[in-house]
């Protein structure tokens, strides 16, 4: 487990504490393609239909999006002559809602990272192409040039920085899940968790963090109960039996949970967020590209088109992930410190 909050950490993090439910068995073969969850063709209806086959986690909207030709005209050579955007995701083997994961027809990639990526390649005027693989693997495929760019929840680390190239589109937080019925928010202040009883993943980022708040708490004569469950059913149950007063954990996949808990008897709520790297910096998910391969710059443009005419809060709110916005997309911003990732 690295020390920051990465897609390891999100993979950690639901495995043990989050509910993803109805996640498919039939993800293609370790770096095999994969249908990208899609009713219309970009280039010829001008539109992009996001959050299908969602299992209830995203509401379904179709966006205008065409070709801006400034920005394509910026695409490296061989990328615009091909006519696709191959798009790396490392989902495999089980996916993890809402970020990318088998649709509810068991068969086709989903997500919001598959959607946004889909947005971008309409952008600029390419076909979507999705290739799913293992985490691993994923950036053997950026190396190997058999993926153009990674949109898959990946942190900007200034490690990556040595081989890859970014353009930010996603902050990159945690959140605390409490009861809906709950009046407890979190407002960033460490100090705000005294008397609370908080569960989190053994061994995560998160876990980190809460440590330290608590560490700082009791050296103030002030307590803070952390506490750890096997596995998510452990978790929720003691969340809606009152054991526990909040969870912590990445806020992609809180959100997500939300989403399925609305319509039971004890419907769940996030209560703020914080960043994943941290209180001094606010950790980026960025599109991941080879280093030099020319194509931060106008994936980053093609973003920002997206944020000035709306599509991209339109993709947020589609994903209940509105708390994640970025005002830009910023090419190579900085990232998680070597000494911290």
């Excluded at 996030?270 to 030099?292: C, M, R």
């Excluded at 339109?314 to 998680?336: D, F, M, T």
């Amino acid at each position: 487990m690295s020390t920051h909050f990465t897609r390891r950490t999100l993979v950690r993090g639901i495995t043990a504490a989050t509910a993803v439910a109805t996640l498919a068995t039939g993800l293609a073969a370790c770096g095999g393609d994969s249908d990208a969850a899609t009713k219309t063709d970009n280039a010829a209806t001008g539109s992009v239909t996001i959050g299908q086959l969602s299992n209830g986690a995203a509401t379904e909207t179709t966006l205008k999006v065409s070709e801006v030709k400034s920005i394509s005209a910026e695409l490296p050579e061989a990328v615009r002559k091909s006519g696709k955007l191959v798009i790396g995701h490392g989902a495999l083997p089980s996916g993890s809602a809402p970020l990318d994961y088998v649709g509810d027809d068991q068969k086709t990639l989903t997500g919001s990272e598959t959607d946004i990526g889909r947005l971008v390649a309409a952008v600029l005027g390419l076909k979507p192409e999705s290739k799913n693989f293992t985490w691993e693997n994923l950036f053997v495929g950026i190396d190997s040039g058999k993926v153009d760019v990674a949109f898959s929840n990946v942190t900007d680390t200034e490690e990556r920085k040595r081989k890859y190239e970014f353009a930010s589109y996603r902050q990159d937080n945690l959140a605390f899940e409490v009861l809906k019925s709950s009046d407890w928010k979190f407002d960033g202040n460490y100090e705000n968790l005294a008397g609370k009883t908080v569960e989190v993943g053994s061994g995560t980022n998160q876990e980190r963090i809460l440590l330290e708040w608590q560490k700082k708490l009791q050296s103030e004569g002030k307590k803070l109960t952390v506490k750890h469950y096997p596995d998510s059913n452990g978790v929720y149950l003691a969340l809606s039996s009152g054991k526990i007063d909040a969870h912590f954990g990445p806020n992609p996949t809180i959100a997500y949970h939300i989403t399925q808990t609305a319509k039971t008897s004890k419907p769940t709520a996030n209560a703020g967020t914080f960043s994943g790297a941290g209180a001094s910096l606010q950790g980026l998910i960025a599109a991941t590209s080879k280093k030099d391969s020319g194509l931060a710059k106008p994936i980053a443009d093609a973003i920002n088109y997206l944020i000035e005419n709306g599509q991209y809060a339109k993709w947020l709110a589609a994903w209940n992930l509105s708390n994640e916005a970025v005002a830009k997309s910023e090419v190579n911003p900085p990232g998680l410190p070597l000494d911290n990732s």
